[in-house]
């Protein structure tokens, strides 16, 4: 009879031990396997974990906006995977009904989704730092910060006249996270790319070193807005000017060295502004960019039209073209006709 007893003591426990551990096993297969983020939408979601971040600022964030939904799990399969004290900055897009494996394992190896940096169109360093900062973790003012150190840029062979010529406009791709000392690194891994063994010798034979192919660039840049088409004939423009020592006389120096982009016209008091940007004043070159040039703009300076153009003016139909000339007495005929135009429009600054 006790033998009996015994064996159904047995025969109970052997089932609770076994009842316990089909539950658990179904519990911990839910925790791991089963879909706990983003489970009411079909849309990602990016998550930024900025640096320094810890975890429960991550799980904070993936539970306040609703990404997962059972905090518990995650911050248990978070915890098994090591993940707690692991937590890597960046920027992650999320698929939705990831389970928690996936969701840990994904923040846990670093696997971060790269943004896209462009930046064009810029004028001036604060324009720089605003642009190329947009998609990025890093404040734009810890970056301009940087373009502005003089002994930091010194490192990359620029000073802080020329150290916008560093910055080639495209769009790149980059992790969110990147510092801005590593931005400078990349940004000067692109220049170095772009500068191939191809484009050094155009810019040799044209008795010009990388720097100033950049700010020539800018000029002929500014004095084609709205027609690049002219860029190739305004660099070569330019470059009969600096062979023969004449000033370049060009409009968009002048308006920089003001440093009022709004100057629609350009008067005889801002040619007498003592700045070694006024190309009025001094012959050759100013000593940095007035822009940053695109690609087009300095490819149009290494690949400059060869012509006898000396002068240009705008022309007076207003369509953003220039009427060229090569001697003096044609260009002083295209100038009346476009300052006459400017009287009856009644531009007068």
């Not at 426990?13 to 316990?20: K, R």
């Not at 896209?116 to 730092?129: I, P, Q, S, Y």
């Not at 990359?156 to 150290?163: C, I, N, P, R, S």
């Amino acid at each position: 009879m006790l033998n009996e007893k015994k064996k159904n003591i047995y025969l109970v426990l052997i089932i609770s031990v076994s009842v316990i551990a089909i539950s658990m096993s179904f519990y911990f297969y839910q925790v791991f396997f089963s879909p706990n983020v983003l489970t009411e939408t079909d849309q990602k979601y990016s998550l930024k974990i900025s640096s320094n971040s810890v975890f429960k600022t991550v799980s904070d964030q993936l539970y306040d906006d609703g990404v997962i939904t059972d905090m518990v799990s995650f911050s248990f399969v978070a915890k098994v995977l090591g993940y707690q004290d692991a937590v890597k900055p960046g920027l992650y897009v999320l698929d939705p009904k990831m389970t928690n494996l996936e969701l840990v394992r994904k923040l846990r190896s670093g696997n971060q989704t790269p943004v896209r940096v462009t930046f064009n169109n810029v004028r001036t360093k604060e324009d720089l730092a605003e642009k190329i900062t947009t998609n990025l973790e890093v404040d734009k003012d810890q970056f301009l910060a940087l373009l502005t150190d003089s002994v930091y840029i010194r490192k990359f062979d620029f000073d802080e006249e020329t150290v916008m010529s560093m910055f080639v406009p495209n769009t790149y791709e980059l992790w969110w996270n990147t510092s801005a000392e590593g931005l400078f690194d990349r940004m000067y891994k692109e220049y170095q790319s772009f500068w191939t063994e191809d484009r050094k010798a155009k810019a040799a034979a044209l008795g010009l070193n990388q720097k100033e192919v950049s700010t020539l660039a800018s000029i002929v840049q500014a004095e084609s807005q709205q027609k690049a088409d002219e860029r190739p004939i305004i660099a070569g423009l330019y470059l009969n000017r600096l062979r023969i020592n004449m000033p370049l006389q060009a409009d968009p120096t002048l308006v920089f060295a003001v440093g009022d982009f709004e100057i629609k016209r350009v008067l005889n008091v801002h040619k007498e502004i003592e700045s070694p940007y006024n190309t009025y004043k001094f012959t050759g070159l100013p000593p940095g960019p007035i822009n940053l040039p695109d690609i087009k703009s300095l490819d149009a300076v290494l690949n400059a039209e060869k012509h006898t153009y000396l002068y240009m003016c705008a022309k007076d139909d207003f369509s953003g073209y220039h009427a060229f000339a090569s001697d003096l007495a044609q260009h002083n005929a295209n100038a009346r006709r476009y300052q006459a135009a400017l009287n009856r429009a009644q531009i007068f600054n």
